[in-house]
């Protein structure tokens, strides 16, 4: 089984930037999926971005491409997502997930692994 730690959320201005980690523990797989996803208040949970642990192909929701990149260390067996240019529709908790899984799905309900979250908020 996976174990998935979130860090790095917090307060930001509209504009600002933030970098958000995801520490994978236990045991895990090279044809690993990770996904990164939000659910804001009285929303549903949607699917920002996602990279093939093995390759480092990357998906990304229309919403964020350009100003959110993940990428992952496979040393540190660590995913990050960097946030440029944040804006105040960006706040959300934010949650990692692990899919096993070699093709990309965006679908929640596909990932076996999730972490806590971690709470994103960007001020106007």
């Known amino acids: 089984q996976v174990q998935l730690v979130e860090s790095g959320g917090g307060l930001v201005q509209a504009g600002g930037s933030l970098r958000l980690s995801c520490a994978a523990s236990?045991?895990?797989?090279?044809?690993?999926?990770m996904g990164w996803f939000r659910q804001a208040p009285g929303k549903e949970r949607e699917f920002v971005a996602a990279?093939?642990?093995?390759?480092?192909?990357?998906l990304y929701a229309d919403s964020v491409k350009g100003r959110l990149t993940i990428s992952r260390d496979n040393a540190k067996n660590t995913a990050y997502l960097q946030m440029n240019s944040l804006k105040p529709e960006d706040t959300a908790v934010y949650y990692c997930?692990?899919?096993?899984?070699?093709?990309?799905?965006?679908?929640?309900?596909?990932?076996?692994?999730w972490g806590q979250g971690t709470q994103v908020t960007v001020s106007s």
């Open positions: 997930a692990a899919d096993r899984s070699s093709s990309f799905r965006i679908r929640g309900a596909f990932y076996d692994y």
């Open positions: 236990g045991r895990t797989f090279s044809s690993y999926i």
């Open positions: 990279i093939r642990w093995s390759g480092g192909s990357t």
